[in-house]
C-alpha cells in the first residue's frame, strides 16, 4: 500500500462548482497535512496547512483531516476557471524532514 | 526578492554526459530540497541539507550528488545521465521543518530530457 494515495483525475467542472479533492495515506506517525496548488509549468506553492485532526478555512476553501480514517479533503466553493490547476496533497510526521506528496489531482475549472 | 531561482529552464542530455543543475535561494532558508516530478507521479525526494555543509539522501538519490557550501545554493550533479533521469527538476527551501510557519518554496522547475 502507497504512503499516500491521491486519485489523478482529471477533474472537470463548471464554474461556481464545489469542488472536492481527496488524499488517503497509511502512515498514522502523519501530523502535518498540506495542500500546494501547482499551475502549469510553475512550482507548487503552499495553499493550505493543517496540523493534525480538525478543519481550516481560507475564503473559499476549506481542508479537513480525519486522523481516524487517514483521509484528508480540501473542499473549493464557487470555482473559478483561476483555480484550474493540479492540486497536491503532502504530508509528514513530526520527526522527519520528509515531505511526502500524492500524485496530485489536475481539475479544470469551466467558464 | 527573487525567491528560488534554478537555471537552466531547459536541457537535453546525450546518455552518459553528466551536468550540474543549480538552485539559489535568497531567503536566507536553512533547508534546501530537490525534487523531481514525473508525469502522474507526483513529487520524490531526491536529497535535502539541513544547513551549509549538510546533505542527506531522500527517496531516490540514485544517479544523483549534492554539495551545499554556501546557505543560498545547493546545487544537484548527474552523473552519466540515463534516460530514467528525464523529468523536471524543482528545488525548494524553507526556513524550517515546520511545514505550516515554514511552507516550501519552490523554484520553477528544471525540465530535463535525456536521449
Known amino acids: 500500500q502507497k504512503e499516500v494515495e491521491q486519485d489523478p483525475g482529471p477533474l472537470s467542472v463548471p464554474e461556481g462548482a464545489i469542488v472536492s479533492l481527496n488524499c488517503t495515506y497509511s502512515n498514522s506517525a502523519f501530523q502535518y497535512f498540506m495542500w500546494y496548488r501547482q499551475y502549469s509549468r510553475k512550482g507548487p506553492e503552499l495553499l493550505m496547512y493543517t496540523y493534525s485532526s480538525g478543519n481550516k478555512e481560507d475564503g473559499r476553501f476549506t481542508a479537513q483531516v480525519d486522523k481516524s480514517s487517514k483521509y484528508i479533503s480540501l473542499f473549493i466553493r464557487d470555482s473559478q476557471p483561476s483555480d484550474s490547476a493540479t492540486y497536491l496533497c503532502a504530508m509528514r510526521s513530526g520527526g522527519s524532514e520528509k515531505l511526502v506528496f500524492g500524485k496530485g489531482t489536475k481539475l479544470t475549472v469551466n467558464p | 526578492n527573487a525567491g528560488v531561482t534554478q537555471t537552466p529552464k531547459f536541457r537535453i542530455l546525450k546518455i552518459g554526459q553528466s551536468m550540474t543543475l543549480q538552485c539559489a535561494q535568497d531567503?536566507?532558508?536553512?533547508?534546501m530540497y530537490w525534487y523531481r516530478q514525473d508525469p502522474g507521479m507526483g513529487l520524490k525526494l531526491i536529497y535535502y541539507s539541513v544547513g551549509a555543509g549538510i546533505t542527506d539522501k531522500g527517496e531516490v538519490p540514485n544517479g544523483y550528488n549534492v554539495s551545499r557550501s554556501t546557505t543560498e545554493d545547493f546545487p544537484l550533479r548527474l552523473e552519466l545521465a540515463a534516460p530514467s533521469q528525464t523529468s523536471v527538476y524543482f528545488c525548494a527551501s524553507s526556513y524550517s521543518r515546520n511545514a505550516g510557519n515554514s511552507p516550501l518554496h519552490f523554484g520553477n522547475g528544471t525540465r530535463l530530457t535525456v536521449t
Open positions: 531567503m536566507n532558508h536553512n533547508y
